[in-house]
């Protein structure tokens, strides 16, 4: 701002100075670009950031579990664990295997069924990590 009040003084006075008015312009500009590479700076770093939750967020596994049907196919899964930062890979194993327990195990529809435990992941894809079989009565 000071700049700008020396060149309107400098106006008023009757003094044109190309020069003065030339230094001036050219130092406006070298503030703008600081600015502008600052901003750019901090929006890199943004930009950092957010990409590297998205990865997160893309590259987490998780755990279904799925009924082997007649055909001896995967199908229906009643159930998705997602591994969270808070959760490790045998928790959220443990977490399925006890939904396996409470739902399926002891479950009148599912009864004479062997169902699987799966482990996804985006790099390594499905995984069968246990097959489990009902209780038959």
């Not at 703008?32 to 890199?44: G, P, Q, S, V, Y």
């Not at 930009?47 to 007649?70: A, G, L, P, Y």
Request: aromatic fraction near 8%; proline fraction near 1%.
């Amino acid at each position: 701002m000071k700049l700008i009040q020396k060149l309107e003084k400098s106006k008023k006075n009757g003094k044109p100075n190309k020069i003065k008015d030339l230094e001036y312009k050219v130092k406006c500009l070298e503030q703008t670009i600081l600015k502008m590479e600052e901003a750019t700076n901090e929006l890199r770093k943004i930009i950092n950031r957010i990409k590297s939750n998205v990865d997160v967020h893309i590259n987490r596994q998780f755990t279904e579990i799925k009924v082997m049907e007649k055909d001896d196919k995967w199908g229906d899964y009643s159930g998705t664990f997602y591994i969270s930062s808070d959760d490790e890979k045998e928790m959220v194993l443990k977490k399925a295997r006890v939904h396996f327990d409470k739902y399926f195990k002891d479950g009148i529809y599912h009864k004479h069924k062997k169902l699987g435990l799966f482990l996804f992941s985006p790099r390594s894809g499905n995984r069968l990590v246990e097959e489990m079989i009902t209780t038959s009565e």
